[in-house]
């Protein structure tokens, strides 16, 4: 039995593991030539004398409209600014509410807070989903919008939430930060409901460093997002071809969420790349996760349709695990040069698990908040989180293979001599 590099023995791979931060972004000279334009034109404001088809921004707003087949796309600052500009457009309340799961990056809660509305959590299901189940236990008038978050890559029931929704009168907005591209029923994450939001920063499927997209098929709602976006003086109807809905921008406030030519002339040559992106990670994934699934240990969160997940993440439990012992083999993992995280770490900050969201509940420790949403506790809290970066190759995968094997075959034999962390 090899041992593991945690307990002084060599590790599966001697380099790091390939992350945005560590600046594996998939750029060519394509970007290069189109960003270079942009900047020569000396045009890097959204809005010049151009039509807007003609602009960085507007070209990639159109090829948008066409990929996802919506009548409109924004371009925006970030995925944060789209879901708030939704949000607001909606004119919510001070004291309306919109739901949201438990299991989401600290951005969605913050986009409801910064449009004067109050979050309410959902619990997430045992596939780490949004669980329409606690969202009709908790529904009520004051509700007014829900936003399904497609977490790590995967596709909640948008057929199901969409029709308890409607039936409902609620708004929805599909927070699809991180499943750019994906589609679920042969339909597009971020068309099933009211508006879809998607982010273009980091490791996203289109990285512009910064940036997000705001799609709809609804005239007036789209007019008020762009206007709110910063598109004043008359601005906003250069998104429409001919009739504009009857709005009066001074009427709203400006909030300059928008997105420059530097970074449209980028989003523009990464969104043509993206079905290429899509089909070697999900290639990755489905060769990994059939390595995986032989070891009966190992639980891989399960997708509801096959091509409803992007791979751009291994999400896994070790159900005999207690958490001491998970903790235990993500360190070790970690000792063998793959990245890897386990959300109930409570030695490390994660901002995409509820109870870390100081700003959301202030008045109640940790322990207190878990207590809010105890099956996203337990379904979360051993689950390991491994980052899959499209530049991976067959051999990275199978670092992966054999240093969980390493991991485990070294903890069955020791059982009960891991050290407690």
């Known amino acids: 039995m090899m041992r593991p590099a945690i307990e002084g023995g060599v590790p599966t791979r001697p380099k790091p593991w390939p992350t945005y931060d560590k600046g594996d972004v998939i750029l060519d000279k394509e970007d290069e030539k189109l960003v270079v334009e942009a900047l020569k034109s000396k045009l890097l404001f959204r809005y010049d004398y151009r039509p807007l088809e003609q602009t960085h921004v507007g070209k990639f707003e159109k090829s948008a409209e066409k990929f996802f087949n919506v009548k409109y796309a924004l371009a925006v600052s970030s995925g944060t600014a789209a879901i708030t500009l939704a949000l607001i457009s909606l004119d919510l309340k ?10 989401t990056f ?39 919008a829900v936003i399904p978050v497609h977490m790590r890559g995967s596709a909640s029931d948008m057929e199901a939430i969409a029709e ?34 998607f982010s273009m920063q980091s490791d996203k499927g289109c990285n512009t460093g910064e940036g997000g997209l705001l799609v709809t098929n609804d ?62 990670l999900s290639s990755n994934y489905s060769y990994l996760i059939k390595q995986l699934s032989k070891n009966p240990k190992i639980s891989i969160r399960k997708s509801l349709e096959q091509e409803s997940i992007i791979g751009d993440s291994l999400l896994f439990s070790l159900p005999e695990f207690t958490l001491d012992e998970a903790l235990y083999f993500s360190n ?3 000792a063998e040069g793959i990245s890897c995280l386990v959300f109930g770490d409570t030695n490390r900050k994660n901002i995409r698990r509820f109870w870390d969201w100081n700003f959301l509940f202030p008045e109640l420790d940790v322990s207190e908040r878990k207590k809010l949403l105890p099956n996203t ?32 075959r070294y903890m069955d034999a020791r059982r009960g001599m891991v050290v407690k962390l």
């Open 94 to 103: 001070q004291d309306d509410e919109v739901a949201l799961p438990g299991f």
């Open 106 to 144: 600290a951005a969605t809660p913050s986009a409801v807070i910064l449009a004067g509305a109050k979050p309410v959590l959902v619990e997430v299901d045992e596939n780490l989903n949004f669980d329409i189940r606690d969202l009709e236990k908790k529904y009520n008038p004051k509700m007014k």
């Open 164 to 197: 308890f929704a409607y039936q409902r009168g609620l708004s929805v907005i599909e927070d699809v930060v991180q499943a750019m591209g994906l589609k679920y029923k042969g339909r597009y994450l971020g068309t099933y409901g009211h508006f879809g939001a």
């Open 219 to 280: 005239d007036r709602l789209f007019a008020k997002s762009a206007i709110l976006s910063g598109a004043y003086e008359g601005r906003w109807k250069s998104h429409f071809d001919s009739r504009h809905p009857d709005l009066d921008d001074r009427d709203y406030p400006v909030y300059s969420f928008r997105m420059d030519n530097l970074r449209g002339a980028l989003a523009y040559s990464q969104l043509k790349k993206l079905p290429a992106r899509l089909k070697k």
């Open 332 to 334: 070790a993992l970690r």
């Open 377 to 408: 506790v337990k379904y979360l809290e051993n689950v390991m989180d491994i980052p899959l970066s499209p530049t991976l190759a067959k051999t990275d995968l199978d670092d992966i293979v054999l240093a969980t094997e390493k991991v485990l």
